[in-house]
DNA sequence: GCCAACGTTGGC
DNA sequence: GCCAACGTTGGC
């Protein structure tokens, strides 16, 4: 399986991702995407970023995951927005990963453009708004990497 | 800023 | 379990 991971270029980027070079993907408080990190994310796995509310959405760059799913330390966290009075040490509710970044694309592949393509109508990115951890079937990756070259 | 789509909460 | 109210996402 193939993923595509969403954020806002605002609070992170893929040249943030390309300047750290690893980052952990937390602050996932969705339970469709959750479970996703939770229980299918594997090592190795491609990710497409996604950059989101923005001037330009699209598809920036990719990553891989480097480590599978483990609780997400922010829901412990009293101080950060991402806590959760409701989880606890024991039972922990939401779970991130790691990924390293791959490459970025020499320009964000527009979200109107990947409206047009007959190829990836079925994508869950334009069939299903607001998830922000989602598959990506081998097809539709092939597609996407041969637009970004 | 608007607003459609959809997730979450909470009363019953 | 139903469903109305409310909150969030995210394109435009």
């Not at 943030?16 to 993907?25: H, P, Q, V, Y």
């Not at 927005?81 to 990924?99: E, H, L, N, Q, T």
Request: hydrophobic share 40%.
């Amino acid at each position: 399986m193939h993923w595509l991971f969403k954020t806002e270029p605002g609070e992170f980027s893929i040249d943030d991702l390309e300047a750290d070079g690893t980052a952990r993907w937390d602050g996932i408080r969705n339970y469709q995407a959750r479970n996703f990190l939770r229980d299918q994310v594997a090592l190795g796995e491609g990710v497409f970023i996604y950059h989101s509310s923005c001037a330009r959405p699209g598809i920036a760059g990719q990553a891989e995951v480097i480590k599978t799913a483990y609780p997400d330390p922010a829901q412990f966290d009293a101080t950060s927005p991402y806590f959760d009075p409701k989880a606890s040490g024991d039972d922990p509710r939401w779970f991130c990963v790691d990924i390293r970044w791959r490459a970025t694309f020499a320009e964000v592949l527009p979200l109107a453009r990947l409206k047009q393509l007959p190829a990836l109508a079925d994508m869950v990115l334009l069939k299903q708004g607001r998830l922000s951890v989602q598959p990506v079937t081998a097809e539709q990756w092939q597609v996407i990497e041969g637009l970004a070259e």
